[in-house]
Structures are given as structure tokens and as C-alpha cells.
């Protein structure tokens, strides 16, 4: 193999190896799912609710198709308005529609943050929301928190 006078084959070269997948970008896949409606596919639109999963969702597709006779089995487990709850966000004020344009996910700010840390809902960091009231907080400020009251809805218990 070879045979002139020093070449040497290496294995990548002799055997032919399965091409792996395309690897999805990840975080272009997390960005998505915080900018877009988990039932639609279309960008979130105020009032915006989520399930006991913790997926967001555009409450208008929700509501039809729970009105409707068939239901997607994506939502199967939500049976009625009850298994949702309407999520008070933040608007993000240096967020501009523009950002989410002609396909760039992931790129620009987010469009929601958290009221006390003022981290983005990019994907990037953890969020969670409180079920009693539907306040939207990143992790990281519930855990250096630590108090039993919501600090946005007029300071009564949530959790």
C-alpha cells in the first residue's frame, strides 16, 4: 500500500467508518423552546400559560384544542383549564421583536426575565414558576431568596 517509498496509510484512510448524525445545537434547541409555543410552533403570544410539565404554550392553540373533538397527544395530559396556569412574565425591555427574525434562534435577547435576579429566559439558566400565582423566577433567585411568600404578588404565601 503505497509503494512510494514512504507513504504510510492510516486507518481513517483503509477502512471506511458510518458517518455520524448531524448533532442538533442545543442551545439553539433550548431557545426555541422558551420563544415559541410547545402545541403551535409559532412564536409565544401574550396571555402565555403552562402545564404541570412546564411546557409554554400560547393560551389561544390551548384553548382550541381543547375545544376541539380530537386532541394532539402532545397535550394529553392536559384535560382542562385547570392543568394550566396563565404565567405572569417580565418583559424583557432590552428585547426587540426584530431579534427573532428570519429564523435566528437563539440570537438577540430574550424576551421575558426574571423580575428579582434580571436574568434572560434564553434557555441558558433554570426558570421556574409558582403554581399559586403564576410568577415566573429564575432558580437561582428562589433558592437566595428562601421565603414562603411571593415577592410579586403582593407579598401573600405561593409555595
Known amino acids: 500500500m503505497g509503494c512510494d517509498g514512504g507513504t504510510i496509510p492510516r486507518r481513517k484512510e483503509l ?3 458510518k458517518k455520524k448524525p448531524e448533532q442538533k445545537d442545543k442551545d439553539a434547541e433550548r431557545s426555541f423552546k422558551w420563544r415559541n409555543c410547545a402545541l403551535s410552533q409559532q412564536p409565544l403570544q401574550e396571555p402565555v400559560v403552562a402545564c404541570g410539565l412546564g411546557r409554554l404554550y400560547s393560551k389561544n392553540p390551548v ?16 384535560e ?3 392543568d394550566i396556569k396563565d404565567l405572569n ?19 438577540g435577547n430574550a424576551p421575558y426575565i426574571c ?5 434572560e429566559m434564553s434557555g441558558k439558566f433554570r ?5 399559586n400565582c403564576g410568577c415566573v423566577l429564575a432558580e437561582r433567585a428562589l433558592k437566595e431568596v428562601r421565603q414562603n411568600h411571593c415577592h410579586m404578588v403582593s407579598f401573600k404565601p405561593c409555595y
Do not use: C, Q
Open 89 to 107: 412574565l417580565v418583559k424583557n425591555p432590552a428585547y426587540t421583536a426584530a431579534d427573532h427574525t428570519h429564523g435566528d434562534v437563539g440570537v
Open 127 to 131: 426558570f421556574v414558576f409558582l403554581w
Open 63 to 78: 384553548l382550541e384544542a381543547l375545544a376541539g373533538e380530537t386532541k394532539p397527544d402532545f397535550i394529553s395530559h392536559i
Open 80 to 82: 382542562s383549564l385547570e
Open 15 to 17: 477502512v471506511r467508518m
Open 115 to 119: 423580575p428579582i435576579s434580571g436574568l
